[in-house]
Structures are given as structure tokens and as C-alpha cells.
């Protein structure tokens, strides 16, 4: 590998852009000071690394921890644009299928100067945990599913789909590790479910989504039973201290193990008669409590079979993250047909003003006995939902915190120490700047994309704007199709009453938006997340904030047609806030016609094909129209040549092909149901060639 010293490796960062911009196309008239060798290596992590990956099963959200290690070399100080780092995973369920491209996410990152903490030690490396949101496939709990996950780290380049080797794209200022996670089994079809009596239930509701089971099951009172039977049909079977005894003396763990969670009350426990029962639990398993006390008692910060790897923060959605490794096939109270056990995993952050820990939540992650858990252990992720609204700052002056996340083996952390089973470790984050508040409740984001990247007259989107949870691109220009989320303040606000008001500018109505939509939190002590419907009484709504509004939803609507809307926030009678979209909710309109088409047989080898093609979309990102029925496949008119939407084409017919197709294919710039860019549509009608 090239070497570069710290100030050609800054002049590198630098050039990159202009590199991947001309590639292999003019390198030569760039000039660059940096040799193009360099750019072709890989994994230079001078600046940025991968520190941890991991599976949350609560949220089925894969995770990276990305350790970025400088102050300088991205691209510019937080009130910037910076620069973004960009995570894609792939999954191998080892069945012979090899590697799936799961997607990708990413996260902004800027210049941030290394300053003291409260110890007067530099605050660095800053820890950005990204989150994929994904949908694993599942096996039955007497299988383990163990899949290997791979996490691609790159600066300022999303990796190429599709490219789990690395071979196709450019990965300079990258990172590459593997580990294997466990994917929850699945939790219905088990042999006691009583699926054939909860069958009409079931299509009754999916039929009916908007009912809910209870009201379905208040009209057929005889499913009541059958319902609970369910419930408890889906709920594992929880291993009792005489179960777990005879389980692991074949397996040489003792009750300072398995005994953990009794022992613990040992401990904290001033009932006399509480402590009777546990010393006669004990001696019905021919167990010597006050022994076995002693030998738990200098168990401190045992990771023997667990440890704590990283611990970072989601900048994109606000929560902490913590990344653990579970070690040994067994010792977790019961295998993936159990309830098993928890790992928990307490958070804290240090304010800098005046150097105190406060506790941010205790959350934790199911572990279970794998007798085939692989050498490098399964990796798992706990993820805390946190608003970080009150510790914000402008730009001008960033804001690194200290965050101590203890690990806690069946019991919950009691205090910022372990105590028998976990460790602790330590780390830095960094928060987004404060959004401003000085003109009261604000409309952060509409449609997915932040109100700062919207056109404020066109209602377009602006160049460089991003989606806001996954950092994906959105086109410039782009309209808005299907539904609209709005995020807002809900934390500042919550409680507090707010109108979302919608005036349709091109022909002047006006409607208070007063659906009822739903929001989604964490339960952190159940450990699952939670569903809160949100109604607009006399079209006003309530803020529901901190973790039961865990993406800070304020509105979620459908405006139908292709209009461009004024979308209002009211508070407190007042409009504090608005915002212009424009909607396209029509998809290009594709016409496509092949002069003498008839039966598609019709068409002799080596003749001429020609025909006359339409593409009808205001906002077009652009369009191909493409033939396979020639000799080499062929690029017949494209809006990147500049050809005109509207026009005539002809081609010679393949010498040697049987058949092919015309391809009309065209993409819009239009965001849809405030998540993605919308994928395009295409016709392509075939072609079938003859001798005669």
C-alpha cells in the first residue's frame, strides 16, 4: 500500500471527488497531486473504521459502529455539508445461495474539533452507529439460524450493489468486517398454536385491518378462548432452577451460573423468609448456597461468556447503541425454544457543563443456548430510542458527548459499575445541531426530506438533499407522490395541541389534515416496540413525544393528484411554520409503437424495424429506449444523449437471434411514500425474428 504522509493523505480526501467524478474519463487533464495508485487501493483507515456489527431482533435493524478518528479530512465543520459515511450489508444464511445485497445506509459527518473531556482525555474516536431496517428470512426455534453478515464501510461513496468482494466499486477510504447474528425464530405455526380455530379470525382480519382482534373476536364470543390459547401457545417455555441444575451438570456450569438471578436477590433481599426459600431451593438441589455465594461473590466483571464490544450513537434517528458478543454454546438458561435469558445494557451520558452522569435507559437483547455458535461468537445489538433534545447545540458549537454503557448478564445494572457477569466501556458521540426554536413548533421534515432542501415557491426538492433516515439520495427537482410524513419538535412540544393545515394552490381549497395515523415507540423495560394511534379531535392533534414517538411523527396523510400544496403548522392559534410540496402522483405514461407489428412473428431476420415512441412525464429524470432484437444489444434513444421524449426510431433486425425485445423505460423524479425515489416503469414488447 502507498504511503501518504498526514498532509498529502488531507490533499487525498480532498481529491477524491473530482476522482470518482471522471474515474477513467480525463484523469489525465485533472492534474491531480495524488497518484491514481493510490486511489486504486483499498481499506485505508486513517480516518475512518468499522468497529462493531451486529443484529437487534427487537427492531430487525442491522448494525455498524463507525469509529471516525480525526478532526479534520471531511469535507468541512458542522455547519456544512461535510461529508457521508456509507454502510452497505450482505447476508449469507449459509444454504447455498451466498451473498444477499441487504442495502445500504449512511450517516453525515463533519470537521469536529478533538477537545478535553471532563478527564482531560481527547474526545476521540466520535462512535455513529448506522441501522438497516431489514426482513430476515426466519427458521423454526429447533434450528438456529446463524447467518454471516458482511459490512462494507466508504467515505463519500456508496459501495456498488451486488459487490460483496469488492471487485466492481471504488473502495479507497474503506472497511471491511464479518460476523455471524441470530434472527429470532419464528414464533406461530408451533405444534400447540390453534391454528384451525383461529383460521376465520385471521382472515377476518387481514380482510379488515382496520378492526381490531378484540372487536373481531366480541362478535364470535366462542374465539375468545381460542385466542388465549394463542397467547399462550406463542409464549416459550421458561426453564425453572431444578430444570437448569440437571440441564448444565453435564455441561460443568455451576449455579453461580445458572443461580445468578437468586443469588442476586441474596443479595439485595431483607425479607428473611425470601432468603429461607432460596437456601431451600438450593438444598432440594443438593446445593450449598452459603458456598456458592462465596465463589459468586468474587465473580467481578466475569465475560466469559458475554462482553460488551462498542457502544456508539444513531445520528440519523437518535438512539444508543450498544454491540455485545455472546462466547459459549451454553449457559444462557435454556436453548431458542426457551425464553432464555437477557443481556442488559444500561446507558449513561456525561454532560459537559458540569460533568455529571446522567442515566439515559436500560434496555437489553434475548441470548439463548447455540451449541453451534460459531468460534468468533454471535453478535448482537441493544438499541436504546433517546432524544438528545435538551443537550443540542447550533453548529457553531458542537457538541461530543461521554456515554458509559454497562453490560449485565440476567439482572439488570445496578449503579455505572458491573457487578458479576458484563463489563463497561466507554465512548464518544456526537449530536446534531439543535433545530431552531426562536419562531416556537417547526416542521422538520415533510415527505422524508428535511424542509431545509425544499424548494420554498416550486415545492421541489434542492440539490444535494437526502433522505433523512438512511441518508439514500433524493434527485434534485424532485416532486412527491403517495403518502406524506411530517416530523416536528414532539419532544420540545409534547402534550401540547398543533393544527397541520393543507391549501391546494392551484385551486385554492383548504382542508385541516385530521386522519388518524400511527406512531411507533419502545417499550424499554418489555423490551418491544410500541403502537400509538394519534387523532385530531376538532382537527387538532396532541404531540406524543420521547420514546412513544421514537421518529418524531406529527402528521401522516394522502393528498391525491398532481398539485402543488401549502402545507401549514399551527400552534396556539398561530401559524408558526410552512412548508410548499408539489405532488406528482401519476407515473410516466409510456407509448410505444412498432410499425407493422401484427403478429410478432412477422419481422424477418437482418430487416428494418421501425416504430414511433412517447414518453409523458413532468418530471422525468430520464428515459432509454433499448433493443435486444439485434445482433448487439443496442441503446436506441436516451434522455442522457439528449433525445427528444417524443419520436421515431429504427434499427436492423438481428441475422441471428430468434427473438429480442423493445425496451421503453423511464424514471421520474418523484419521491415516494415519503421513503424512496420512485424505481421507474417500463414496457417491452417482443420481437420474434424468422428466416423466412
Known amino acids: 500500500m502507498e504511503k501518504l504522509n498526514e498532509k498529502q493523505l488531507l490533499v487525498a480526501r480532498e481529491e477524491f471527488r473530482p476522482f470518482l467524478t471522471m474515474k477513467n474519463k480525463g484523469l489525465s487533464k485533472l492534474k491531480l497531486k495524488t497518484s491514481l495508485n493510490f486511489f486504486k487501493q483499498q481499506f485505508n483507515t486513517t480516518y475512518e473504521s468499522l468497529g462493531c456489527v451486529g443484529y437487534n431482533p427487537t427492531f430487525k435493524q442491522l448494525t455498524a459502529t463507525i469509529n471516525i478518528k480525526r478532526a479534520t479530512g471531511y469535507s468541512g465543520g458542522l455547519c456544512t455539508n461535510g461529508s457521508f459515511e456509507y454502510v452497505r450489508f450482505y447476508m449469507d444464511y449459509q444454504d447455498g445461495n451466498g451473498w444477499e445485497d441487504m442495502g445500504y445506509v449512511g450517516v453525515n459527518v463533519h470537521d469536529i474539533p478533538t477537545e478535553k473531556d471532563c478527564s482531560n482525555t481527547n474526545e476521540k474516536p466520535i462512535n455513529y452507529t448506522v441501522r438497516l431496517n431489514i426482513n ?5 426455534c429447533s434450528t438456529p439460524n446463524l447467518p454471516i453478515v458482511r459490512a462494507v464501510l466508504s467515505w463519500n461513496s456508496v459501495p456498488e450493489p451486488n459487490d460483496p468482494d469488492l471487485t466492481a466499486g471504488t473502495y479507497v477510504w474503506s472497511d471491511k468486517k464479518d460476523v455471524q447474528v441470530q434472527i429470532e425464530p419464528l414464533k406461530f405455526f408451533i405444534p400447540d398454536f390453534p391454528l384451525v380455530q383461529l383460521d376465520d379470525l385471521f382472515n377476518t382480519a387481514i380482510l379488515n385491518p382496520s378492526v381490531s382482534f378484540d372487536k373481531l373476536v366480541n362478535i364470535n364470543p366462542n ?12 409464549v416459550p417455555k421458561a426453564y425453572n432452577f431444578a430444570e437448569l441444575n440437571a440441564l448444565y451438570k453435564k455441561e460443568n456450569i455451576g449455579p453461580e451460573r445458572f443461580g445468578h438471578k437468586l443469588l442476586k436477590q441474596v443479595q439485595s433481599s431483607n425479607q428473611l423468609a425470601n432468603l429461607t426459600d432460596i437456601n431451600d431451593l438450593f438444598e432440594l438441589n443438593s446445593l450449598n448456597l452459603p458456598e456458592i455465594l462465596v465463589n459468586w461473590n468474587n465473580l467481578n466483571c466475569n465475560t466469559n461468556y458475554e462482553e460488551l ?11 444508543l447503541v450498544g454491540t455485545l458478543k455472546i462466547k459459549k454454546p451454553s449457559g444462557y438458561s435454556g436453548n431458542l425454544c426457551s425464553t ?17 452522569w446522567k442515566h439515559a435507559g436500560t434496555t437489553f437483547v434475548n441470548a439463548y443456548d447455540i451449541a453451534s455458535i460459531p468460534s468468533d461468537g454471535i453478535h448482537y445489538s441493544v438499541v436504546l430510542p433517546y432524544s438528545f433534545e435538551g443537550l443540542k447545540q447550533d453548529c457553531e458549537n458542537p457538541q461530543v458527548l461521554k456515554v458509559r454503557a454497562i453490560l449485565s448478564w440476567n439482572t439488570p445494572p445496578q449503579g455505572m459499575n458491573c457487578s458479576n457477569y458484563g463489563n463497561v466501556i466507554e465512548s464518544y458521540v456526537q449530536l446534531k445541531p439543535q433545530s431552531s426554536t426562536a419562531n416556537g413548533p417547526k416542521l422538520v421534515s415533510v415527505g422524508g426530506v428535511s424542509t431545509d432542501f425544499i424548494n420554498t415557491s416550486s415545492g421541489l426538492t434542492l440539490g444535494g438533499s437526502k433522505f433523512g433516515f438512511n441518508m439514500h439520495d433524493v434527485t434534485a427537482d424532485s416532486a412527491f407522490a403517495g403518502t406524506i410524513v411530517i416530523q416536528g419538535l414532539t419532544n420540545t ?10 391549501t391546494n394552490l392551484d385551486t385554492g381549497d383548504t382542508k385541516y389534515i385530521n386522519n388518524d395515523f400511527v406512531v411507533e415507540g419502545y417499550d424499554e423495560v418489555a423490551g418491544m416496540t410500541t403502537y400509538d394511534t394519534s387523532s385530531a379531535p376538532g382537527d387538532e392533534y396532541t404531540y406524543i413525544g420521547d420514546k412513544k414517538n421514537t421518529y418524531n411523527v406529527i402528521a401522516r396523510f394522502e393528498l391525491s393528484g398532481n398539485n402543488k400544496w401549502l402545507i401549514e403548522l399551527e400552534h396556539l392559534g398561530a401559524i408558526v411554520d410552512s412548508q410548499v410540496i408539489q405532488m406528482d402522483n401519476q407515473s410516466p405514461i409510456l407509448t410505444l409503437d412498432i410499425d407493422n407489428y401484427g403478429n410478432c412473428s412477422h419481422f424477418k431476420k437482418g430487416v428494418i424495424i421501425t416504430g414511433t415512441y412517447k414518453v409523458e412525464e413532468v418530471h422525468l429524470s430520464h428515459f ?13 434513444k436516451s434522455s442522457l444523449a439528449g433525445d427528444s421524449t417524443n419520436g421515431s426510431f429504427m434499427f436492423t433486425a438481428s441475422t441471428s437471434k430468434n427473438c429480442g425485445n423493445i425496451r421503453l423505460s423511464a424514471k421520474p423524479k418523484t419521491v415516494v411514500n415519503s421513503v424512496e425515489m420512485h424505481k421507474g416503469v417500463a414496457i417491452a414488447p417482443n420481437i420474434c425474428l424468422s428466416d423466412n
Do not use: H, M
Not at 430476515?136 to 423454526?140: A, R
Not at 464490544?309 to 438512539?319: F, I, K, P, R
Open 136 to 140: 430476515p428470512k426466519k427458521k423454526f
Open 223 to 234: 374465539l375468545k378462548n381460542a385466542l388465549q390459547d394463542a397467547k399462550q401457545a406463542v
Open 309 to 319: 464490544l462498542c457502544v456508539g450513537a444513531d445520528y440519523n434517528q437518535e438512539a
Open 340 to 356: 432464555g435469558s437477557k443481556e442488559y445494557v444500561s446507558f449513561w451520558i456525561q454532560t459537559e457543563d458540569n460533568c455529571q
Open 493 to 502: 412540544y409534547k402534550g401540547q395541541k398543533y393544527k397541520i393545515k393543507a
Open 624 to 636: 432509454t429506449l433499448s433493443t435486444t432484437a439485434t445482433d448487439v444489444n443496442q441503446v436506441l
